[in-house]
């Protein structure tokens, strides 16, 4: 259930292959359009702008508390000698959750790109300003399908049978982010792909070691 395989590895990189011109059209050509249509259609409804215009960020602390607990759930079954797929989820859990909240961090930092709402306000603010580190300007990739999308990710390794509630919430939270208007397109788009990247990495870094030390 930990296997990380070179197929695996492959697919990603041919996705991602993909992904790069996609990703350069929806930048180029859809986001503005899809912030704008959401802008005009469903914020011109103003029960939806008054639920959504000061959504609270809880972000950090479902980091935090997901790698509180897990540590702790670790620890205790491991010192039990129970080493089920629930304690080896806990125990990636333990180091993709923060992991996972730093690149999304650092790749905020380094593409600097102008935030939804912002550019809303201010239209001639879109664009990127790498490693400016820019007020408003922390949109790409979207840190919440980073993170939620990562730890997904890893409950369906160790539980497959959760795979399609899991791809299922991540689609309604990518929708969610960009009919909310805190997102572009590609933002959500990069986002969720860089999960399922850093996810992968942190189970070959975690199991794979073990399994070949362990032959």
């Known amino acids: 259930m930990t296997d990380v395989t070179d197929a695996t590895s492959r697919r990603l990189a041919v996705i991602g292959a993909l992904l790069l011109p996609f990703t350069a059209v929806c930048v180029l050509y859809l986001d503005i359009p899809v912030a704008t249509f959401v802008r005009e259609y469903l914020y011109a409804n103003r029960h939806w702008l008054r639920a959504t215009s000061d959504l609270p960020d809880l972000l950090l602390g479902v980091v935090i508390a997901a790698t509180a607990v897990s540590c702790f759930f670790y620890l205790f079954r491991s010192e ?22 730093l690149v999304k961090a650092l790749l905020k930092i380094a593409f600097g790109r102008c935030n939804t709402r912002y550019w809303l306000m ?18 790409f990739p979207s840190g919440h399908m980073l993170v939620i999308v990562a730890l997904l990710a890893a409950l369906w390794r160790f539980y497959p049978e959760s795979r399609p509630y899991g791809i299922l919430l991540s ?4 929708i969610a982010l960009i009919a909310t208007n805190y997102h572009f397109l590609s933002d959500v788009v990069v986002g969720g792909y860089l999960a399922v990247v850093l996810e992968v990495m942190v189970a070959r870094l975690l199991f794979c070691r073990h399994r070949s030390t362990s032959d």
């Open 80 to 101: 039990k000698g129970i080493l089920d797929r629930a304690t080896l989820l806990a125990k990636e859990t333990v180091w993709l959750a923060p992991a996972s909240y």
């Open 122 to 139: 201010e239209p001639g603010a879109y664009g990127f300003n790498w490693f400016q580190m820019k007020e408003h300007c922390d949109g």
């Open 171 to 174: 689609v309604l939270l990518g």
